[in-house]
């Protein structure tokens, strides 16, 4: 790990114009220190946000819930409103990491947990996320956990998150502050960035941009469901999640984890509800470019689909 300097930040207008000068925010540290040890990032400065009193859940004017940036991800999932009126959060919240580290982890930090794959992380190979310009070391290597839809030719990584999916299924926004003192509402659908060119840009941040909180709207009445596949039981990635709401007039909406560089979910998907788990599988992988490694997670994805269909099927 490369030397750097602490400071704690008073408020929120103190981070921001730090991180205006090039600090770096940390909160919870599970992915940001991991990568300081690795010097994969190598911040000068880092500015703890965790004493801003953002850490409160809270109920919006409009019948949603206002979840701090800094609530941990082990709060959240126990909260008594997110248990009862959004359920997918809690159950995508819990099938994440381990209880260790959604003790430390805050829902910013989860968020904006870098797009990764095993040639990010090791310095030996070429990575545009990590070099931009360098390549892309799984285009021809190892590729069986990594995206395959949405991707390009400078970056096949697939996005880490669970939450973030579950977020993306219930159309949250994220909220926030700039060290102008300009404050923004960005829908979860365009926060995370398609890799394109620039895999090395991941998110619609400007640098030193703090996110305060992230809104829910109002809940959606109906069956949530959280289905993630992986490799083992525990404490890994998913090689595919999905985050389902079936309501109860019918309708139905559906984000996918494990199979691109960001939360997935189209349009086609949820329209394809009624006609089955098959077509909706069809929708969402419309333009997926799988390598011969990972050409399974298409036929994973409709399967997974398949039980979610049959658990609403078989709930009163």
Partial sequence: MKPFT?????SVEDAVAAASSGGRFIAGGTNLLDLMKLQIETPSHLIDVNHLGLDRIERTPE????IGAMVRNTALAAHPDVRRDYAV?????????????RNKATTAGNLLQRTRCPYFYDTRMPCNKRKPGSGCGALK??????????????CIAQHPSDMAVAMRVLDAA??????????RSIPIADFHLLPG??????NQLKPGELITSVT????????????????????????VSVAAVFDAQ??????????????????????????GPGEVAQAALADARPTAQNAFKQQLVAGTLTSLFRQKEARP
């Fill in 216 to 239: 829910l709207p109002k809940p959606l009445d109906g069956t949530h469901v959280y289905r993630k596949v992986r490799d083992r039981s525990s404490y890994a990635f998913a090689l």
């Fill in 174 to 183: 994220v909220d926030t502050v700039a060290a102008d003192g300009t404050r």
């Fill in 197 to 202: 060119d620039t895999p090395h840009i991941e």
């Fill in 63 to 66: 019948g949603g819930l206002r």
């Fill in 141 to 154: 290597g190892v590729s069986r956990s990594l995206a395959i839809v949405g991707t390009s030719d400078a």
């Fill in 89 to 101: 959060l809690s159950r995508a919240l819990l099938a994440g990491a381990s209880g260790q580290l």
């Fill in 6 to 10: 602490y400071s704690r930040a008073a």
């Fill in 250 to 275: 019918g309708g139905s909406r559906f984000a996918f984890g494990g199979i691109a560089p960001k939360p997935w979910r189209v349009a086609a998907a949820d329209a394809a509800a009624a006609a």
